[in-house]
T-cell receptor
Framework: DTEVTQTPKHLVMGMTNKKSLKCEQHMGHRAMYWYKQKAKKPPELMFV???????INESVPSRFSPECPNSSLLNLHLHALQPEDSALYLCASSLHTGTNYNEQFFGPGTRLTVL | DQQVKQNSPSLSVQEGRISILNCDYT??????FLWYKKYPAEGPTFLISISSIKDKNEDGRFTVFLNKSAKHLSLHIVPSQPGDSAVYFC?????????????FGQGTTLQVKP
């Protein structure tokens, strides 16, 4: 199994809603990442988990809350989002963070629209 | 401060010809470079990578060249095919950071015309 899966594929939510994005990989990777991508822009790193511990938070607002329940799963909990948070949210994984030849494999993304 | 730059937003080539996509970087700590391809509404797909100890890496139709003194890398696609039409992102990382963090360029949209 060499893929990263993400659910849901599309999500529309109001500014008062609470929702979660899910990501799963079964490649034995110990590093997992959340990125945000706006149209015609490169992916922007949000969070990095290394061996199930949060290792990087790129000054992301607290309305985004990541969680790594185990080495295969990564969640992103969303609460009180703003319309400008509408974007493609990408999950990625890699063997771990500390070596070269450490390609990140991306999921298909969740297209989030905040009304 | 953009540490990884792709100065050409778009490139159009004829099917069968060579496509050359360029990328420049400013941080001398970067020692590993990757190219990703992205179709609309999909996640980026890893294409090819190169370590700073090499100056060339080849995989089928794709070759990446690295010129460390110029802080420049390029992706060559030969021969180009219509299915190669996508956005190509260059990315860089620094092993010493031990973060796995990738810094992406802005992307180049490649169109291969039949």
């Amino acid at each position: 199994d060499t893929e990263v899966t993400q659910t849901p594929k599309h999500l529309v939510m109001g500014m008062t809603n609470k929702k979660s994005l899910k990501c799963e990989q079964h490649m034995g990777h110990r590093a997992m990442y959340w990125y945000k991508q706006k149209a015609k822009k490169p992916p922007e790193l949000m969070f990095v988990y290394s061996y199930e511990k949060l290792s990087i938070n790129e000054s992301v607002p607290s309305r985004f809350s990541p969680e790594c329940p185990n080495s295969s799963l990564l969640n992103l909990h969303l609460h009180a989002l703003q319309p400008e948070d509408s974007a493609l949210y990408l999950c990625a994984s890699s063997l771990h963070t500390g070596t070269n030849y450490n390609e990140q494999f991306f999921g298909p993304g969740t297209r989030l629209t905040v009304l | 401060d953009q540490q990884v730059k792709q100065n050409s937003p778009s490139l159009s080539v004829q099917e069968g010809r060579i496509s050359i996509l360029n990328c420049d970087y400013t941080n001398s700590m970067f020692d590993y470079f990757l190219w990703y391809k992205k179709y609309p509404a999909e996640g980026p797909t890893f294409l090819i990578s190169i370590s700073s100890i090499k100056d060339k890496n080849e995989d089928g139709r794709f070759t990446v060249f690295l010129n460390k003194s110029a802080k420049h890398l390029s992706l060559h696609i030969v021969p180009s095919q219509p299915g190669d039409s996508a956005v190509y992102f260059c990315a860089a990382s620094a092993f010493a950071s031990n973060t796995g963090k990738l810094i992406f360029g802005q992307g180049t949209t490649l169109q291969v015309k039949p």
